[in-house]
């Protein structure tokens, strides 16, 4: 006899079909059928204190684990909590599927009063997600949610937003088979595209690949064009596609006026992943292609991507990995125009003396943490001065680290949901938390759900009144900046981890490498 459920069975089920193991999330009043049918699914739950942690936690967990990261709200607030993790995860393409309950079948718009009502839920969803999409019926469950995954999967990962009235999640269902599809592989690109982008790099005498985070599945492709002497820029969140110490690498510096210099004096730039943005420049340009000088090549998942922000000559459309090495394989035993040495080094070198301008206590901070931090540490960052001065210039990252940085949408309070996200993702990894004292008071109360986790992660904190800092350097008289600064280590004490002072930015290092051994989290407090 078919047995007789809920819709929350189809939801859970459906998730369980797509080998979702984890999901962060809140329980609430309209999403509870969820968790009757969560406990003997094997997926693990963690809860969080706030839908936005639960969205930043997704994300880390995204990034690391290379899997959809899966969040759970209630309806209303529940989910337009998450709306700035949504969006982060929308700007940095990282593959996110938040699920909430939705008004019932019939009333959406009706404006009746209804608990949590809001008046046009899945709209506002849509707006910031790569799309919203709402079923009415239990038996669509199935369908939709692989077909969201399936996507997730083949095309530019932006999160997705499945809405389930919650009469279908509360009414009866008919429990049948959620099968689990396989994905198409990506198409292999057409041999006459790699022939003429292989004809383009040969023919180049300054060829530079300015490679982001569309780049992360072509690692061994970018090392192997940096292999043919070819300069390799990334953006941030490119950083460590390529090993930091190649003589062939110019670093994650994409932001710095050398690094334009650099990309606008190549014959033939080839963009990978990318969609060299503001967010990556910070108010820089780079140059399109001109007939008989410059070839501009852009390989990119997304069409849209073609011409964005720089004119694509050579446009190509596909997956990274797989285009490359169609190319390298054409490439085989011809030469190709080099840099010397002198000219690549020249550029790393104003790279770096752009980057000491800003540096202040940032290098210093990065160096005691990589000098006591095993090699494959993930670091967490938020919008902070430690992260985009520190960070991303001055700690060499190889392939087997990851930044998870906010690099798009620029969100504090990032940070430490994300480290928890990534930590859930890989236990076995080495991972840290490194945010600023503004970013930390955002989302301080997820140090909750690390200490409940048992989670043995440093959540280094550095004060050094960003925003104060700005206002003087614009001439504004500092206003609502000068702030109550709590006794940080207490906190966490009280929260239930541990919590120390680092009197000088050479104490971090050990303390950090401490924590990781730890039963607990640790919070490591240090005003520059």
Known sequence: MAEQITGGA?????????????????????????YRYLPQSGIRHVVTRHEQGAGYAADGYARISGRPGVLITTSGPGITNAITALATSYADSVPTVAISPGVPRGKVGADFGWLHEVKNQQGALDAVCGRSVRVESADEIPEVVAAIFEQLATTRPRPIHL?????????????????????????????????????????????????????????????????LAIPVLTTVNGKGILDESHP?????????????????????????????????????????????????????LDPAQMHKNVRADVPIIGDAALVLSEVLEVLKGKGIGQWSRDRAAGYRKAMAAECAADAGPWADVQGSLTAALPT???????????????????????????????????????????????KVAD?????????????????????????????????????????????????????????????VPALARAIGAHGVEASSIGQLGALAAQALRAERPTVIYHRV
């Open 427 to 487: 236990p076995s990894r080495p991972v840290i938390a490194l945010i600023g004292d503004g970013a930390a008071m955002f989302s301080i109360q997820e140090l909750i759900t690390a200490t409940e986790l048992r989670l043995a992660l440093p959540v280094i904190i550095v004060d050094n009144g960003e925003i104060r800092m700005q206002m003087l350097d614009r001439g504004i008289t500092p206003q609502a900046v000068d702030l109550y600064r709590p006794d």
């Open 10 to 34: 189809a939801v859970i089920d459906a998730l369980v079909a797509q080998g979702v193991q984890d999901v962060f999330g809140i329980p609430g009043t309209h999403n509870l059928e969820l």
């Open 248 to 300: 062939a690498s110019l670093g994650a510096g994409a932001r710095l006026a050398a690094a334009h210099q650099a990309a606008n004096d190549a014959d033939v730039l080839v963009i990978v992943g990318s969609e060299v943005a503001d967010s990556d420049l910070w108010g820089g340009v780079i140059a399109p292609g001109r007939p008989g000088e410059r070839t501009v090549v852009r390989i990119d």
């Open 163 to 227: 809405e389930v009235p919650v009469d279908v999640l509360e009414g009866e269902w008919i429990r049948r088979l959620c099968p689990s599809k396989p994905f198409a592989s990506p198409a292999r690109p057409d041999p006459a595209v790699a022939q003429v982008v292989a004809a383009v790099i040969a023919a180049a005498q300054r060829p530079l690949v300015l490679a982001g985070g569309g780049a992360r599945g072509a690692g061994v492709q970018i090392r192997a064009l940096a292999e």
């Open 376 to 422: 494959d540490t993930v670091v967490a960052g938020d919008s902070s001065q430690v992260t985009y001065f520190g960070t991303v210039h001055y700690w060499p990252f190889t392939a087997a680290n990851t930044l998870l940085y906010p690099t798009g949408y620029a969100t504090l309070g990032y940070g430490l949901p994300a480290a928890i996200g990534a």
